[in-house]
Nanobody, 127 residues
Framework: QVQLVESGGGLVQAGGSLRLSCAASGRTLSGYAMAWFRQAPGKEREFVAAISGNGGNTYYADSVKGRFTISRDNAKNTLYLQMNSLKPEDTAVYHC????????????????????WGQGTQVTVSS
């Protein structure tokens, strides 16, 4: 079992930055593909970014490409999401997710592909 706990959310003005963290326990993460998803009120859970187990490959949704950066530190069992140039439409609850797999992360862009989830952290961007 893998337990995931997100942190780092908050309220920020448009154009600002936040860094989310996702701390894992229970297993070492090196064999797990990981991702960030977000869910706004009344909307479906949306893919944001994914990263391979060794951190060598990343993939982003078009809506965040060039503004967000996903990274991981397997020694610390932690996943990160650096969010810059935030927009009001980025407002959502952000969840991290994990799946033990070595498949190409480009196919891991829907929430049903992941086995483990954190409870989420709220990000609110004011205009």
């Amino acid at each position: 079992q893998v337990q995931l706990v997100e942190s780092g959310g908050g309220l920020v003005q448009a154009g600002g930055s936040l860094r989310l963290s996702c701390a894992a326990s229970g297993r070492t993460l090196s064999g797990y593909a990981m991702a960030w998803f977000r869910q706004a009120p009344g909307k479906e859970r949306e893919f944001v970014a994914a990263i391979s187990g060794n951190g060598g490959n990343t993939y982003y949704a078009d809506s965040v490409k060039g503004r967000f950066t996903i990274s991981r530190d397997n020694a610390k069992n932690t996943l990160y999401l650096q969010m810059n140039s935030l927009k009001p439409e980025d407002t959502a609850v952000y969840h991290c997710a994990a799946r033990f797999t070595a498949v190409n992360i480009i196919v891991l862009v829907t929430h049903e592909k992941y086995d483990y989830w954190g409870q989420g952290t709220q990000v609110t961007v004011s205009s």
